[in-house]
């Protein structure tokens, strides 16, 4: 209750305009942690600062950004699809190697790469390193997956005749298969079908891609988007989808005017 009241309650700040208690209180605390992060960056353990001030990110951006509708996610992550693959693969003719890869690599600088990416260590990897996602690869589907959310509790749908279980699933899944020798791997803790699988066409996809790093969206577009659309067109929702992005309902007032009328016949 302290904390909703704490931030549900504003107070003028000068050059930032209305602040809540809440945002006043904690401020101190994560700007000593991300100034900490930024002293030790470099020690083996900053991995754990940058992932907790990234996810932070996310989590905002997930909450300030929506998509009105589908036509709006799908044209957002198409785009984002064919930009990932440009300047992972197509940028190679044009440069002699692959932009995104050095910039996130930091292979020019001697630094570790920007810190725009999650970060796991490979702990029971015999060669070591890190297995790194890259922010856009959870934003962007994770626009479409909110607004997964945001309908289902609109159209007041449940676990299994909504959209969202299917949304993460898909997510999820494809990310645990995703190439373990490429270049956006995070692993499962364990083997399964799915995995043996994944491992098969990594290898396949590596040989035919001369081992370059490969960009995740490859996967996760079709994945995600695919598995709403084809639900959509499925429960025959796709159309309010596609255009309104929120689920129909009929108007009160009509509602009203049918039941004075039906009560006036009888």
């Not at 904390?3 to 003028?12: D, Q």
């Not at 002699?96 to 001697?110: L, T």
């Not at 699933?169 to 994944?198: D, I, K, T």
């Not at 959509?232 to 005017?257: F, S």
Request: hydrophobic share 50%; charged share 15%.
């Amino acid at each position: 209750m302290w904390f909703k009241n704490a931030g549900e309650a504003f107070i003028k700040v000068p050059f930032f305009g209305a602040v809540s208690y809440l945002t006043l209180a904690v401020s101190p605390f994560c700007i000593t942690f991300a100034i900490v992060w930024a002293v030790y960056r470099n020690f083996s353990f900053a991995w754990i600062g940058q992932d907790i001030l990234g996810i932070a990110l996310i989590i905002t951006v997930l909450q300030i950004v929506h998509i009105p509708n589908l036509k709006v996610g799908t044209v957002l992550l198409s785009c984002a699809f064919l930009y990932d693959i440009f300047w992972v693969f197509i940028s190679t003719k044009l440069f002699h190697e692959s932009v995104m890869i050095v910039v996130a690599r930091g292979d020019k600088s001697g630094e570790d790469g920007i810190p725009m990416l999650l970060k796991i260590p490979r702990m029971f990897d015999p060669w070591g390193g890190y297995s790194i996602i890259g922010f856009g690869d959870i934003l962007l589907p994770g626009l479409l997956i909110a607004f997964s959310l945001r309908y289902d509790w609109l159209a007041k749908k449940n676990i299994q005749t909504g959209y969202f279980l299917w949304a993460m699933f898909a997510y999820g899944l494809v990310l645990s298969l995703l190439p373990s020798a490429g270049f956006f791997p995070l692993r499962m803790p364990h083997f399964s079908y799915f995995e043996l699988a994944g491992l098969l066409i990594t290898y396949v996809a590596l040989n035919l891609m001369d081992g370059h790093g490969q960009p995740a969206l490859l996967y996760i577009v079709p994945f995600t988007l695919g598995t709403f659309l084809t639900l959509g067109r499925k429960r025959g929702d796709l159309k309010n989808l596609w255009t309104r992005g929120v689920p129909e309902r009929p108007c009160p007032h009509a509602q009203d005017e049918h039941s004075q009328e039906f009560n006036e016949e009888k």
